[in-house]
């Protein structure tokens, strides 16, 4: 797991040096890093979009899973308690970098296939680009938003680390092509979200669609027994 170790420790140290960066930062400088954070997630999102849709053999997963996930998600109140979790502990302004933060660490094609690759090809090549993206990134969610964004390095340790471990020692064939892709998709709609709501054009409790997340894992795995 040593790309996963370096992808966490990546994030840790810039969230650290943005976070000391942070200090010596006007109000207004800190605001035009909030709408450079929400134009860069804007944009990550809908790249993720235009490259992974065409790809996609199953043109109406997305829109179902993006339906069921907001219902769910809204029933269990996810962006409320993940919310007021945050900010006992933290700015109010957090829970939202950390929101946008953890969608741009764990839902990009690098995220998800590059522990594949590690666990079932000892390549890591994917793993330490990502690293350094998200080196660069987590510099600036630190300067634009504290410390409380270090929470973000276990989510994602957990996140790659449980993908290595089910390609390790479970199936590698899980995390099919066909996927990879849904996956990703649902994750740039995610993103882009996560970027209106950073630039204020309207609010979208992007937490409540994280549920949207699973259902086409559901998908491929009834497809996957019933041999389809």
């Known amino acids: 797991m040593i790309g996963t170790v370096t992808n966490t420790c990546a994030i840790l140290v810039g969230t650290s040096i943005g976070c ?5 930062l006007k109000e207004k400088y800190r605001q035009v890093l909030f709408l450079a954070m929400g134009l860069a997630a804007f944009g990550i999102g809908l790249e993720n979009l235009t490259n992974a849709m065409p790809k ?3 043109h109406v ?3 179902v899973s993006l339906a069921i996930g907001a219902l769910l998600g809204t ?9 007021a979790l945050v900010t006992k502990y933290s700015q109010s302004q957090v829970g939202q970098g950390l929101a946008t933060g953890v ?3 764990c839902f990009g094609a690098l995220s998800i296939v590059g522990p594949v690759m590690a666990a079932v090809k000892s390549d890591y090549t994917m793993l330490f680009t990502n690293a350094t993206l998200d080196f660069v990134t987590s510099i600036i969610f630190g300067a634009s938003f504290g410390w409380g964004m270090l929470l973000g390095v276990p989510v994602l340790f957990c996140w790659q680390g449980s993908i290595y471990l089910i390609a390790k020692f479970l199936s590698a064939s899980f995390f099919s092509g066909p996927l990879v ?6 994750g740039g709609f995610l993103i882009t979200a996560s970027g209106i709501s950073l630039l204020k054009l309207r609010e979208i409790k992007t937490l409540n669609f994280l ?13 996957g027994w019933l041999g389809w």
Do not use: C, M
Not at 20 to 24: D, F, I, M, T, Y
Not at 75 to 83: A, E, L, S, V
Not at 181 to 186: D, G, W
Not at 211 to 223: C, E, G, S
């Open 181 to 186: 892709t849904e996956l990703t998709i649902i």
């Open 211 to 223: 549920p949207a997340l699973f259902v086409p894992v559901i998908f491929f795995l009834v497809k």
């Open 61 to 63: 997963l997305f829109i």
């Open 20 to 24: 000391l960066l942070r200090s010596g």
């Open 103 to 105: 969608l741009l660490y």
């Open 75 to 83: 029933w269990w109140q996810i962006d409320k308690r993940f919310n």
């Open 56 to 58: 996609s053999h199953y």
